[in-house]
């Protein structure tokens, strides 16, 4: 079975830029979610999708950080403008669904700013 | 919300000896447990998990135990191997219906061989 996939795995950008990362979940998996793990830390959770709709995006700073999962399968996070303290790895994660607590992350994207 | 508490920080074990990672949580509705290893450049892989109506679950080498009236959980790893050395963090998800998994801090675990 495959993985959670993301791309890319490393990104490099000026503060005030944009950047995006994309993530595909395991096959099946109703439940999407999207972390940042700032370095020495836990990860801590962005969003949550539950298909294409959103569960919890209480911890997203929207008014740079936005995320899509429109057909119910992958997902995009994209950062406009980014800061330097955005410098982090984005994780992806996914689960069965609803009352399946088992999350299997991706690889993530190492995002550094300058 | 929850705060989960994870120690020590950083574990240096003989190769052989066994490991123990402890963590808190303080959530009492806290119903769900998972232990992640991340190894250098990957993601968290789910290692064990345990449930809270279960005192302790065991895969091989690796077991978690579970206090749910002190409200904390611990990684016991036995045979201690090389290939242990990574960071492990500890979970929780507050309730059923919410899988928002609070992340412990971490704990960087070296094998001296």
């Known amino acids: 079975e495959a993985g959670v996939a993301q791309s890319p795995r490393y990104k490099i950008i000026e503060k005030r830029q944009s950047v995006a990362f994309w993530c595909n979940p395991i096959?099946?998996?109703?439940?999407l979610y999207w972390y940042q793990q700032i370095l020495g830390q836990g990860p801590k959770l962005l969003i949550q999708f539950q298909n294409n709709g959103v569960v919890d995006d209480s911890q997203l700073p929207k008014d740079r950080f936005s995320a899509e999962r429109l057909k119910g399968v992958d997902s995009t996070l994209k950062i406009q403008p980014a800061k330097l303290e955005d410098s982090a790895v984005y994780l992806c994660a996914s689960s069965l669904g609803v009352a399946s607590y088992e999350q299997y992350f991706g690889p993530g994207t190492r995002l550094t700013v300058t | 919300g929850e705060n989960v508490e994870q120690h020590p920080s950083t574990l240096s074990v003989q190769e052989g000896d066994s490991a123990v990672i402890k963590c808190t949580y303080s959530d009492s509705a806290s119903n769900y447990f998972p232990w992640y290893k991340q190894e250098l450049g990957k993601g968290p892989q789910l290692i064990i998990d345990?449930?809270?109506?279960?005192g302790e679950k065991k895969d091989q080498r690796i077991a978690v135990t579970l206090n749910k009236t002190a409200k904390h959980f611990s990684l016991h790893i036995t045979e201690t191997q090389p290939e242990d050395s990574a960071v492990y963090f500890c979970a929780a998800i507050p309730n059923f219906g919410n899988e928002k998994l609070t992340f412990g801090t971490g704990t960087r675990l070296t094998i001296i061989p």
């Open positions: 345990i449930r809270s109506n279960v």
């Open positions: 096959s099946g998996h109703a439940t």
